[in-house]
């Protein structure tokens, strides 16, 4: 956890963000290096500024820790999956998925100190709703746009199916990319 000056705002790690990160620097090593030879990448969560955020910072982070601890050891785990963790089906209801929505926030800077943000909405729950969508249109972009010439291998989503995936996610999905 830490606090970032620029955004006002505590951070505390990401659920996924060991396995985003991979995926991002695979996406930069297939690409020889778009992204950058010194290109780094990190997410993380704000949990807002003040003390508030810093105690929800410090609640994420040794949560984050102990969930991860306790996943891995397999007492623990019969012990989570049975009494703590929810069970398959109980996510949110189908109104919930409709009526949820989310914002990502990205910054980066560029290797001449250029600052860069991303802003990427979603019109339903990105659980289940939105993440329903982005398969889908996933699905029609590699049936439909991927040409027979590409070869086989180990691609990510941004190596092989690009722009064409972000046009099919603002087209058909209820997905916004903005670039600031």
Same mark, same amino acid.
């Given at each position: 956890? =830490?606090?970032?000056?620029? $955004? #006002? ?19 930069? !090593? ?11 990448? =990190? #997410? ?21 820790? !102990? ?7 397999? +007492?623990?785990?019969? $012990?989570? =999956? ?5 069970? +398959?089906?109980?996510? +949110?209801?189908? #109104? ?29 729950? +990105? ?12 699905? !029609?972009?590699? !049936? ?16 092989? $199916?690009?722009?064409? $995936? ?9 997905? #916004?990319?903005?670039?600031?």
């Amino acid at each position: 956890m =830490e606090y970032d000056d620029v $955004l #006002e705002s505590w951070l505390a790690p990401f659920l996924m963000a060991s396995i985003n990160t991979r995926i991002v620097h695979r996406s930069n !090593a297939l690409s020889d290096g778009r992204y950058g030879n010194d290109f780094m990448y =990190e #997410e993380a969560v704000m949990t807002g500024s003040g003390n508030g955020g810093k105690k929800r910072a410090r609640k994420m982070y040794w949560g984050l820790g !102990a969930f991860t601890a306790g996943i891995s050891v397999a +007492p623990i785990r019969w $012990l989570m =999956e049975n009494f703590f963790l929810p069970k +398959p089906g109980s996510g +949110p209801t189908p #109104e919930q998925q409709l009526k949820g929505k989310y914002i990502f926030l990205f910054r980066g800077t560029t290797a001449d100190g250029q600052t860069v943000k991303t802003r990427v909405t979603g019109d339903q729950d +990105p659980g289940y709703g939105s993440t329903a969508k982005m398969l889908g249109q996933a699905a !029609a972009c590699l !049936a439909k746009d991927i040409p027979d010439s590409v070869g086989g291998g180990f691609w990510t989503p941004a190596t092989l $199916l690009g722009d064409g $995936l972000i046009t099919r996610l603002e087209s058909y999905s209820g997905i #916004e990319f903005k670039i600031d």
